[in-house]
């Protein structure tokens, strides 16, 4: 990474610890422009960087211009397609999809994966071993890539108010582009799935808690819940200290969220409030110890409702960065001596099809 990104990055957080908004603010948007000092006056907030790591290449898809790939029959090892959505509020976005050789056998899930900050579809893919995992359990994965455009650093924009609500901004964008992959292909509406990580796990809290008809469970990994911030200032002080849920209510959207309890760039007291938006505040929780050789040690909180089902799973890290647990070292962010975050988010969809009252 470069040296005066990753000071400006460092300098951002100081202030924002001692309480100087404004300087943190600047501070980012100078990292985000290149820039190598904090310029004297902040502008607008407008972007917002979620971690700490090296930047790749800009994500550049094959489709030609607005013009979705249309799927080939799946090989037996499946297919890896590319193809473009757009919508009149906030643009157009392209999009990865892995399509199983069992496609067309019956209607299968389909998991959507965002991608965190400077990432990619094809990084995600290869860090997260989702697509590995699609292979041997036969569903579809859609990963949507964030336009440079949108965000400078390819950050889904969480903490805008402006891409917040249903039938606005990325979440209407992103919900869209979702309906219109299952209408191409044979998926199965009751298992649509949404996750993402720090960036992109704050956007799949919002999509939970916007489109509960779409989605029926969300895997939140280092984010922060929905409404946790609705400008840049807010969304530094969130990720420093742990941002309120927007809603006073349980949604009920059933949520599994993996947060490391030694990261250092999204605030671990985030993932509580993950949880608590989905189940209520307060409540007991059953309490695990899991552990397993050469992996890091972690504790399992299971909230249920009233009737016994599972509304939502806690995996705390012990030690564990901003990164995905149990990733592949061939992507990003992630951290191999965790626990698997994609075995456990897909275990614990599956569980959860999506109920009439959703």
Known sequence: MNPDFKQLMLQASQLTRSGDLHAATAAIQAALRGATQVPTQ???????IDVEARVLPPYAPTSEEGVAVPPREADAAGTFITGSFADAG?????????VPPQAGQAALP???MLHGCTQGPDDFAAGTAMNEAALAQGFFV?????????????????????HQKRGRGEPALLAGMTRDVMARHAIDPRRVYVAGLSAGGAMAAILGE???????AIGVHSGLAAGAAVDLPAALMAMQGGGAPRQSSASGVPTIVFHGDADST???SNGEQVVAASTGAGGAAEVERVTAPGSRHTTRKVHRAQDGRVLAEHWVVHGGPHA?????AKGSYTDPRGPDATAEMLRFFFEHPRTATH
């Open 90 to 98: 906030a643009g157009r976005r392209d999009y990865k999809l892995f």
């Open 142 to 162: 859609l990963y949507p890539a964030q336009s440079r455009q949108a965000n400078p650093q390819g950050c889904w924009n969480w903490f805008k108010h402006s």
């Open 210 to 216: 916007a489109y509960p008809d779409l989605y029926a």
């Open 324 to 328: 995905w647990s149990g990733g592949s």
């Open 42 to 48: 902040a502008g607008q907030p407008d972007d917002v």
């Open 266 to 268: 999204v605030h671990a």
């Open 110 to 112: 389909l998991v959507v």
